[in-house]
Every structure is written in structure tokens, then in C-alpha cells.
């Protein structure tokens, strides 16, 4: 193998950088030529292609984001803008690809692999920690401490003022960001999609929490089934006036920041092994890791199965609630 192309694609994650570097000084060891795809599959096709150096990589490990960028491609969903991609990796003379995203960048390299034959290989990079077959994806780790920090921020002025706050944090289809994130940060509830929400049910529950407390947290992910944050304290409001309460939609920040020691480190070893499995001839799987040892899963499963957090891990919050 002379060429591999490499590209990261969906929502950016910290820690993306760190495995870019590690995929390019890898492919420089073994004598490959690292082929940067800019902008994900628009880049494709656009033919927007660059051989990468050391220097393009130095440097970069400790920033959030992607150096090679990330966009949307409707044209990529048609079989014209496929076909395209496909005429500028033959032109450039790409054997193998790298992608570094989460489950729609997966679809849509599978397909590409199949439609082109091209071995290729994913690394999971997204903070919604969201793909089956690994315990973590590259950014989820760094995503969790920002979260706490700024719930731990946000309990400060809570207490001052005796209010309930609902903190919205991201996980559209996915609770893991909020759960963990809520045992972490000591609050009082969290809201998670793989759970129904009873508006009454939280009512009394904030309300026999509160009784001689200054204040609750209560952690929603985006994509509970009762609504994000506004929604659910606008329908918790009128079963009691007599509370205050605030919304704080963490947003993007939950993207952004340097990388964690332990994404970096993630995103450093596996990028090592998605170079070295290509050099192998494997195809079509996903680096995942269990226990500290690096795994692979077939990407059709990693995309097609559903991963769950540990909901037992709502009885540790139940046990912290009563023993208040």
C-alpha cells in the first residue's frame, strides 16, 4: 500500500487532531504516503486532496477540532456525487481510507468501500459516545469534563439564589453524556432518551428533594422524550410556583477545548492501528477499545447496532437522592 487517504467527517471531537498526527507520522514510518481529504466527503468530491508531513502535524495534539475540517454532503447522499469521489481517489491513486467520525461518516464510507472496493478502516470520533463496539469514542471523555466543570460552576450561583437549575447537555439519540455527567457532578436528576420522563413523577420528586436544600441540578439530554430543557421547566413550572427556576443549553462548548489526556491517548493508538490494519489488508472495521485494549467490530454492526448506557447506573443516583 503507497497511499492511504485519511478524513475526519460529522460533528468535530476533541481529540481528532491527536489521531490525524498519529495516522500521518504512522503512514511516514511505514513509507506510505498520507493523503489529507479536507472538509470530509465534500472535500471527496471536490477533489480537495493533500499529501501531509510531518510538519502539517506537528504541534497539533493538544488542539480540539479538525485541521482537515468537516462538512455536510448532500451531494455525497447521491450515486453522481459518489461516483465522482470515487474518479478523484482513483486519480489520486488512494488504496486505502481512514475515517474518523461517527455513525452517518461510517454509512457513508461503508457504502464508498463498497461501491469503490477500497479497504477502509474507522476510528469512532464523536462526544456522544454513541457507537457500538468500543467503551469510548474519541472526544467523550474531554466532552464529560467540561460538562462537570460547568455544572460545577453553575451550582455555585444556584445555591446563592435558591433556584433549580435544568442544564441541556448534547445526546440527541443517546444518554450517555448526561448520565455520566450527572453522577459525576453530583446532580440531583438527570432526563436521558432511553428512559420515559413523567412530568408529575419530577415535579414531586424536585420538590421532596428540595425540602431545606438551596438548590437542585437536574441533567437533560437534548434528545429526551419530554423535551430538551425549556420545554421540560416550562411544563414543570406551573406544578410549582412556588420554585425558581433557570435553563442553561451548554451548546457547542461541549465540543470544543484541548483534548483530554485519555482522548489523546485514544486517538494516538488507534490511529497507530488503523494504519497498521490496512498495511494487513483488513477492511470494513471500526477500532474500538474495552478494557484498555484496542478491539474491532465490523462496521456494518458498529453502525447498524444500538449502544446503550449502563442504565443501572441510575440506581447509583437513586442511592446518592435517598440518602440525603
Do not use: W
Not at 225 to 231: E, K, R
Amino acid at each position: 500500500m503507497k497511499k492511504i487517504g485519511l478524513f475526519t467527517s460529522g460533528g468535530d471531537a476533541p481529540g481528532m487532531n491527536a489521531a490525524v498526527r498519529a495516522i500521518v507520522k504512522t503512514c511516514i514510518h511505514y513509507g506510505i504516503k498520507p493523503v489529507g481529504i479536507k472538509d470530509g466527503f465534500e472535500g471527496m468530491i471536490n477533489e480537495d486532496f493533500v499529501e501531509l508531513s510531518y510538519d502539517d502535524v506537528d504541534n497539533i495534539i493538544q488542539y480540539g477540532g479538525t485541521i482537515l475540517g468537516s462538512a455536510r454532503s448532500e451531494r455525497f447522499r447521491t450515486k453522481e456525487g459518489r461516483e465522482q469521489a470515487i474518479i478523484n481517489l482513483n486519480k489520486k491513486e488512494i488504496e486505502g481510507l481512514i475515517v474518523i467520525g461517527g455513525d452517518g461518516s461510517f454509512t457513508g464510507a461503508h457504502i464508498l468501500s463498497q461501491e469503490k472496493d477500497i479497504p477502509m478502516i474507522g476510528i469512532p470520533g464523536t462526544i456522544d459516545n454513541d457507537l457500538f463496539g468500543t467503551e469510548s469514542t474519541i472526544g467523550y471523555d474531554t466532552a464529560l469534563n467540561t460538562i462537570v466543570r460547568a455544572v460545577d460552576q453553575i451550582r455555585d450561583t444556584a445555591s446563592s439564589h435558591h433556584r433549580i437549575f435544568f442544564v441541556e447537555v448534547m445526546g440527541r439519540n443517546s444518554g450517555f453524556l448526561a448520565l455520566n455527567s450527572a453522577i459525576a457532578s453530583g446532580a440531583e436528576s438527570v432526563l436521558i432518551p432511553e428512559t420515559v420522563t413523567n412530568i408529575e413523577e419530577l415535579a414531586i420528586q424536585i420538590k421532596t428533594q428540595n425540602k431545606g436544600k438551596r438548590s437542585s441540578i437536574i441533567i437533560v439530554a437534548e434528545g429526551d422524550d419530554a423535551g430538551g430543557a425549556m420545554d421540560i421547566m416550562r411544563k414543570v413550572k406551573p406544578l410549582l410556583p412556588e420554585f425558581d427556576f433557570r435553563t442553561t443549553i451548554l451548546g457547542h462548548t461541549q465540543r470544543g477545548g484541548a483534548p483530554s489526556y485519555y482522548d489523546r491517548a485514544l486517538a494516538t493508538r488507534s490511529g497507530i492501528y488503523a494504519v497498521e490494519l490496512l498495511k494487513e489488508g483488513k477492511r470494513d472495521v471500526m477500532v474500538g477499545i474495552k478494557a484498555d485494549e484496542l478491539i474491532l467490530t465490523p462496521i456494518k454492526d458498529a453502525i447498524e447496532k444500538d449502544a446503550h448506557p449502563n442504565l443501572r447506573k441510575e440506581e447509583i443516583l437513586e442511592k446518592l437522592l435517598t440518602s440525603k
